[in-house]
């Protein structure tokens, strides 16, 4: 039996069609409790999106992270309608990328110049071309998630299956050519150390050093400005993934509140509120050479992201959505803390206030089965999500009241269920499986 059937249907349809059943992994079922928690969405709205099955939900995904101001936002789309009114794609330019350009180098402190892309991993590949452009230098180091492109999985063309800790195990870099093996190279996040030799094993060959500059946890002081001083010392160029991270941040982004410019930043999730849309933004002197570089495509102009984009930056200053976040996020935090105290459970909301997670404090072995159950008993009563949080600007009291309400039987049963030493047997799904691996967290 599932609580979710033609979500259930459907993905099986799915499976036939299209090959792994969905075309983002963190959309796979899998991902959270297979068979109870939603498959297939037929609208949204704000804070909310209700299923095929007639269930509706809070999302604490956020759209994978893509919604800033909340689904279907009015503001965001009666712009769109009004664009798509005057066309959305013409044989020649149109004003809004200016427009756009300089309202990305009035927010992001390393913007001097942009280009734009659609989607996060197409846009770090650009970046990437660019600094190997840039540089006249070939070799990658990075830390952290970057997307699905050759240059990014040649990392796991080695023995040692190097993304393993960066993104989930057993990634098979099928399709890659042989030939890019020792081009990109990972590197330990928060381990300045480590970073430096691997600058000094291959001297004057690294073309860029690419990471998340942050996620859930402020790095160690200073750690992120090491970074920069050794980018600097070996010619590479220093980019920041600001994909996840966005103006959830600040207008600023990442790098505006860590008070660390890098040389390039890529932008995608949270510039446009679910319209694809990204950019790759940095200093003149960098972006100025691709100009000559083969970098071309025809949608990456069309006037929905860039409209969306537009107006998403410019809602998100005027709502100063960021601090917003920040204090719904402390709240959430506070509330679901107290909700594990008083239910005698040994669990805590951690990190920081704009993506906080929720950590068990069980061993080990027991980690997957908790937190399965955690995702589980929060879908049954209207919480999608992973043991973490992505805001956005439309949740608020409600949400938090549902959520708070749903955390305190959801963890009375988890704390039962550990006392009784039977976890596994409250399951009604497979376990979930681990999302992305990130050495930033």
């Known amino acids: 039996m599932t609580r979710v059937p033609k979500s259930m249907a459907l993905y099986e349809r799915a499976l036939q069609l299209i090959p792994g059943g969905t075309q983002l992994i963190s959309r796979r079922?899998?991902?959270v409790a297979y068979g109870v928690s939603p498959i297939y969405a037929v609208e949204a709205k704000g804070a909310r999106f209700r299923d095929v099955d007639g269930n509706e939900y809070i999302d604490w995904i956020s759209g994978i992270g893509a919604i800033l101001l909340g689904y279907a936002d009015p503001v965001v789309d009666d712009a769109v309608k009004e664009q798509i009114s005057k066309g959305t794609m013409y044989s020649v330019n149109h004003e809004l990328e200016i427009e756009l350009a300089e309202e990305l180098c009035d927010c992001i402190p390393c913007a001097e110049m942009v280009r734009y892309a659609k989607s996060g991993g197409e846009a770090c590949?650009?970046?990437?071309?660019?600094?190997?452009?840039?540089?006249?230098?070939?070799?990658i180091l990075f830390c952290g998630y970057h997307g699905w492109h050759d240059w990014y999985l040649a990392a796991?063309?080695?023995?040692?299956a190097s993304l393993n800790s960066h993104l989930f195990p057993g990634i098979e870099p099928i399709g890659v050519p042989k030939a890019l093996a020792g081009t990109a190279l990972p590197f330990p996040g928060g381990d300045l150390m480590a970073l430096a030799e691997m600058l000094e094993q291959h001297k004057g060959r690294v073309a860029a050093i690419m990471m998340e500059p942050l996620r859930s946890e402020v790095p160690a002081p200073d750690y992120l400005s090491g970074v920069q001083q050794l980018a600097k010392e070996h010619g590479a160029v220093l980019i920041f993934d600001e994909v996840s991270a966005g103006l959830r941040f600040g207008m600023g982004g990442a790098q505006g509140f860590l008070g660390v410019t890098p040389d390039l930043a890529v932008f995608a999730k949270s510039i446009s509120n679910g319209y694809p849309m990204a950019a790759v933004v940095g200093r003149r002197d960098v972006m100025e050479p691709a100009a000559r570089m083969f970098i071309s495509s025809t949608y990456w102009s069309d006037t929905i992201g860039l409209r969306a984009a537009l107006t998403t930056l410019k809602e998100a200053r005027r709502r100063n959505v960021s601090s917003q976040l920040w204090k719904f996020g402390a709240e959430l935090k506070s509330s679901l803390n107290a909700a594990a105290a008083a239910c005698g459970l040994s669990a805590e909301c951690i990190g920081i206030d704009v993506h906080p997670?929720?950590?068990f404090k069980v061993p080990g072995e027991m980690r997957s089965e908790v937190t399965t159950l955690y995702i589980q008993e929060m879908a049954k009563r209207g919480c999608h999500g992973y043991a973490s949080f992505y805001l956005n600007a439309a949740q608020g009291s409600s949400e938090l009241e549902q959520t708070t309400q749903a955390a305190k039987e959801t963890f009375t049963i988890i704390a039962e269920s550990i006392a009784a030493n039977n976890v596994a047997s409250k399951l009604e799904c497979s376990l979930q499986k681990d999302a992305f691996r990130r050495l930033v967290r």
Not at 125 to 139: E, S
Not at 156 to 160: F, G
């Open 29 to 31: 079922p899998n991902r």
């Open 125 to 139: 590949a650009m970046a990437v071309r660019i600094a190997r452009g840039a540089t006249g230098k070939d070799l």
């Open 156 to 160: 796991n063309l080695a023995e040692e």
């Open 357 to 359: 997670a929720m950590h």
